[in-house]
């Protein structure tokens, strides 16, 4: 049986990316002052943080059509796995369903599941790679979705800002915080709860601060736990240094197989902002 794994574009590629054919990424858009940018290859994200810097304005993100989604699982595939962002912080996820069941009834001898990834980013290339290593092994769809739904409900998401403007912009955190926290340069490690919303996981008073808090972290999470099947994986904005220092830190304290670097597309940019860097596993 063939298969085809499809993202929407908030799934992030490696720092050096390797053949990818086997996932297909459907691009949401990025609204600004007016201006539209599409979320493919073709979106240089240097620019749009430039755009971001000097506006007063939050970007927003459109999800993707159920028609683009419908595009994609034209693929050919007789078994078609999807993974959206965190349907607490997109639309993407319900496009993605109402396209699924759309394309079912023109070919309803084909498997298509769609996951909610409740986690963003690297979180949801750590879902795909998941998924490819089952199929590749032949593992019966349906058994794919059933572990996978069990790998997602056991996925862990952080991640350290270098600035909380965006969230500041678009309402996620009061003027008052955002004074206090930018005053102080206090560095928060974020990262998702059980139902994929946003909280506050430690704070520091450094970057480097934020990236040790982080490892402790993760190694107490860990600490009871055999990682030497897992792979980490971290998404970075602009700031490859500081994804291998988060690399090394956190595996000199736990013991995972592999490390995975990515680079932020479009919408992970608008959230990570430069600086900023995304840790899954």
């Not at 993974?83 to 001898?109: C, I, Q, R, W």
């Not at 008073?205 to 897992?230: F, G, H, P, Q, T």
Request: overall charge negative.
């Amino acid at each position: 049986m063939s298969f085809q794994i499809i993202g929407d574009s908030c799934c992030d590629y490696p720092y050096l990316e390797d053949d990818y054919a086997w996932l297909k990424r459907v691009p949401l858009s990025i609204e600004l002052d007016g201006e539209t940018f599409i979320d493919d290859e073709t979106l240089r994200c240097s620019l749009l943080l430039s755009k971001m810097a000097a506006s007063r304005n939050a970007p927003k993100s459109a999800c993707p059509s159920p028609g683009s989604y419908v595009e994609a699982y034209e693929c050919g595939a007789d078994d078609i796995y999807v993974v959206t962002l965190s349907d607490k912080l997109s639309g993407s996820y319900n496009s993605a369903v109402v396209a699924a069941n759309m394309f079912k009834e023109n070919h309803p001898e084909k498997n298509i599941f769609v996951f909610s990834s409740r986690s963003a980013s690297a979180g949801q290339i750590a879902i795909c790679h998941k998924i490819l290593s089952l199929a590749e092994a032949g593992v019966a769809f349906d058994e794919i979705v059933k572990q996978t739904l069990e790998f997602i409900n056991g996925l862990t998401t952080y991640f350290l800002l270098e600035t909380l403007e965006v969230f500041r912009k678009n309402g996620r955190l009061n003027h008052l915080q955002s004074i206090i926290t930018g005053a102080l340069k206090i560095k928060l490690v974020m990262g998702g709860d059980e139902t994929g919303n946003i909280c506050v996981r430690g704070k520091a008073l450094s970057m480097d601060r934020a990236v040790a808090k982080l490892a402790e972290l993760i190694a107490e999470r860990c600490k009871n736990l055999d990682m030497s099947a897992r792979t980490l994986f971290i998404t970075h904005c602009k700031c490859p240094d500081r994804a291998r220092e988060a690399r090394d830190c956190i595996l000199a304290k736990v013991g995972f197989k592999n490390c995975q670097i990515m680079t932020a597309g479009g919408i992970s940019t608008i959230y990570a902002n430069a600086g900023g860097i995304i840790v899954a596993y």
